[in-house]
């Protein structure tokens, strides 16, 4: 009787002790599967999106600051009619960009512009930076300037006229004819030697444009 009792038993723990079916493995997979590919989505497109945020800081930084420092040197420009403070540079014929006659000297003679200094705006392409150089006129100085690179994100070519809406190269300037205006247009790049051809490579290689009016502080002086 008591041999009987314990093979019921042992029939009934079996019976009851159940495993994981097939299908049941199946499902629990792609459940993790999508929970997993969920989070993963998430976390990279948060990190692209943090990464566009700060490349595009940095890049707008840049030509924020090139910006401020050409119209600095443009709103301390010199001349006259027949001398404008702003022209070609190096000359029309090869124009990588523009340069203002700026007076550095102590004692600021506005009707002697020999004593001034050539401060020039120019882009090479091929190492993308925009860059700046002072070259004194005749018995001028350059007092504490600096020459200097200011910025590296700049897109390749340098274009001669004003900047379009959909910009593709990297540095417009735009002279007026009498010299005394300059509209400038900046367009860089994180990684300006590659050009994004799709929204997730913009998105990790962003592309900003800024454009600027700048105004002689001696416009259209007169002649001494």
């Known amino acids: 009787m008591n041999l009987l009792k314990t093979r019921m038993i042992i029939k009934s723990g079996r019976k009851d002790s159940r495993g994981i079916t ?5 499902i629990s997979i792609v459940i993790v599967s999508i929970m997993v590919l969920t989070v993963y989505g ?10 566009n945020a700060e490349r595009r800081t940095k890049v707008q930084n840049e030509l924020a600051f090139a910006m401020e420092h050409m119209s600095k040197y443009v709103e ?25 006659r700026v007076d550095f000297n102590s004692t ?21 930076t925009l860059s700046t150089a002072c070259t004194p006129e005749a018995s ?4 504490s300037f600096v020459n200097e690179v200011l910025t590296d994100k700049i897109i390749a070519n340098f274009v001669s006229g004003v900047m379009p809406n959909n910009p593709t190269n990297g540095f417009y300037v735009s002279i007026d004819p009498s010299g005394n205006i300059v509209e400038v247009g900046l367009v860089g790049r ?10 997730s490579e913009r998105l990790i290689n ?19």
Not at 140 to 143: A, E, F, N, Y
């Open 108 to 128: 600021q003679t506005p009707s002697d512009l020999t004593d001034d200094a050539w401060v020039s705006y120019s882009l090479a392409s091929a190492t993308h």
């Open 190 to 199: 994180f990684k300006p030697s590659e050009s994004p051809a799709t929204a």
């Open 42 to 51: 998430i976390y990279t497109y948060s990190h692209s999106q943090v990464l």
């Open 140 to 143: 001028g100085t350059c007092g």
């Open 76 to 100: 301390q420009s010199s001349g006259d009619t027949l001398n404008p403070p702003i022209k070609a540079y190096p000359d029309p014929d090869t124009q990588t960009g523009f340069q203002v």
């Open 206 to 224: 962003p592309q900003l444009e800024l454009k600027a009016k700048m105004l002689s502080n001696s416009a259209s002086a007169p002649l001494p």
């Open 22 to 26: 097939l299908v049941e493995l199946i």
